[in-house]
């Protein structure tokens, strides 16, 4: 009797393995089918245990960002955004649910407490960031970069879009040289590395697109303002819009609205204020939370003040205006009292100059002295540098020009003439509500600098000159004229050492 030949037992990674018995191919398979769904589930569970409000929607054929919670109790700040359009109502009908769902994050009031908090990173006495104008600004914002605070991660991202924005006009320029010149400028950087920040930096020039100051306004890391899980579903949503050229110009093209532009506007300022003279923002001087006002408060005050570059003189505000007493008989009144009836200037004897806009390459920072409020910094070109030698002008205290002796306190100064036979006080000069950032500077009884009035390109002027050697990053003080402070009350640091 013939034998009935075994049935060949497939070894592993033999091709016979496919050809087993039916059943037991059925029951393999069943078996997997139903070990996956299990890991399936479990998976569905612990997601939905970890599962958190989400303050937007998000489509079901759109891969969702981690979910988004409510701000943290220790932020204090309303979460509520600015009233979205209509346009925003359904983030899921709309054709780029995450270009949308950006909209309204960008909207919320938390990203203006951010851009608080950056500011007032920046206002510590400590912070000792600063530009060199002799050296290339995005190499120095990559050096300062490194830090991995909320303030050096933000500036890594602005220089990442700097250095985009340079690699794009190269392209765009006769040359075509498609950034190979940018790139030689950065050879200490590895290849890797120039490009992976190369890559960042276009990603943040589509986002911003023609919203230029937009940077300032992304969640920059985890802080008090937005939690650990937010901030990974805010970035995800970031790659998402920012890697694709559909979706960012959905994104501009529901973000351009007025509010959008008047955020942008107070971070470009403060983008700009990084390398060049410093600003002051509405918001430093009152005591409100910006985002608990209205709307329309909260973006005036969010913008920076507008620093005078000249006096200002309105006669039509005092149509009384006295004449000063000393004024020659043979001069016309009413007259600006500040112009020089013949141009000189007491910097250079010249005839016509332009001596005012002659000033160190280093302006002042703006810091906050804790009980003294704002008041400005020395800077020189490095720490622990000689920032003002010694009588050198360091700038000009520039307000309203208003009658002698209108006000009496320490925010209006007496400007005072030397050219009349006889010192003669022919206005007052006051920068309560705006002026130059000089009018930021504190009282000290140990004072490193002094106001002094004097002519300067055709114009008599209140200057700001050092009375010693000022060092960088030592505060810069003055005596104000007419201050009625007492050594119980001051709080400057010779009467605190007191």
Known sequence: MEKTPEASVPIRGDATRSTGHPAK??????????????????SVGRRTRQTVTHPVDCSANQRAAPPLQAPTPAAKIRSSSAKPPKALASVASHPHP????????????????????LVS?????DNEFRFDPDRDTTSQLFQIGKDKTVFGRFLTRLCQYRLAQEVNQAKDGALRDMGGQVRMRYNTMSDSTYHHHSREGQKWVR??????????????YRTTCISDVEYRGFMNLLSEVGNGQDASEAFHKLLDSDYTRQLCQAGKEFQQ???????????????ESLTEQPEKKMLSSLRACQPLTENTYN????????????????????????????????????????????????????????EKGLGLQAVASAHGKMAYRKRTTIGYLFGEIVPANTYKDERAL???RTDMGE???????????????????????????????????????VAVEAITDILDGAEITVRYWNSRQNKAGCLCNSCRKD
């Open 25 to 42: 191919r059925r029951a393999t398979t069943e078996l997997r089918d139903r070990s996956a769904k299990q890991r399936a589930t479990e």
């Open 98 to 117: 995450a270009a949308a769902n950006l909209v309204k994050w960008v909207r919320d009031k938390r990203c203006i407490a951010q851009f608080q908090e």
């Open 121 to 125: 990173i920046r206002r510590k006495p």
């Open 207 to 220: 986002l911003c697109g023609k919203f230029d100051g937009l940077l300032s306004f992304f969640f920059v």
């Open 273 to 287: 204020s990084l390398e060049g003279q410093d600003v002051e923002f509405g918001w430093e001087s009152g005591g």
């Open 315 to 370: 006669p039509t505000a005092h149509p009384a205006w006295p004449r000063p007493e000393g004024w020659p008989d043979d001069w016309s009144w009413p007259a600006n009292p500040t112009l020089e009836r013949a141009t000189g200037c007491d910097d250079c004897r010249g005839a016509d100059c332009d001596c005012i806009s002659k000033l160190p390459p280093f302006g002042p920072r703006i810091k906050n002295y804790g």
């Open 414 to 416: 007496d400007l005072v």
């Open 423 to 461: 010192e003669v006080d022919v206005c007052q000069l006051d920068f309560r509500h705006e002026g130059s950032i000089f009018r930021l500077l504190n009282h000290g009884c140990n004072p490193s600098a002094e106001f002094k009035c004097k002519k300067v390109s055709g114009k008599w002027v």
